[in-house]
């Protein structure tokens, strides 16, 4: 069974920083672009960044752009999405897909979905 296994949520002040991790088990996903999406109590879920298969793409939200990095390591066939700057409007939880689109930022165009890691900024 293929998963998508996310880690390094947690609690954080503004200001402060977390780095998200992706490990896909049951396959490889280095011929896949990954991305990050995030879900808000109450709020639809909104993509967050992306990153081609070789990573030499990289795609972001308005939002988060020049707070946060996505980046991959093919070679130990992960994911990860360091988030600098964080506000408390960031609070959500986060999670790992993976698509065969390229540059997708639709949610409903991955295929391979993670079970998300909380992520919680207080004021």
């Known amino acids: 069974q293929v998963q998508l296994l996310e880690s390094g949520g947690g609690l954080v002040q503004a200001g402060g920083s977390l780095r998200l991790s992706c490990a896909p088990s049951?396959?490889?996903?280095?011929?896949?672009?990954m991305g990050w999406f995030r879900q808000a109590p109450g709020k639809e879920r909104q993509f967050v960044a992306a990153?081609?298969?070789?990573?030499?793409?990289?795609y972001y939200a308005d939002s988060v752009k020049g707070r946060f990095t996505i980046s991959r390591d093919n070679a130990k066939n992960t994911v990860y999405l360091q988030m600098n700057s964080l506000k408390p409007e960031d609070t959500a939880v986060y999670y790992c897909?993976?698509?065969?689109?390229?540059?997708?930022?639709?949610?409903?165009?991955?295929?391979?979905w993670g079970q998300g890691t909380q992520v919680t900024v207080s004021s």
């Open positions: 897909a993976a698509t065969r689109v390229r540059g997708s930022k639709i949610g409903a165009l991955y295929d391979y």
């Open positions: 990153i081609s298969w070789s990573g030499g793409s990289t």
């Open positions: 049951g396959r490889t996903f280095s011929s896949y672009d």
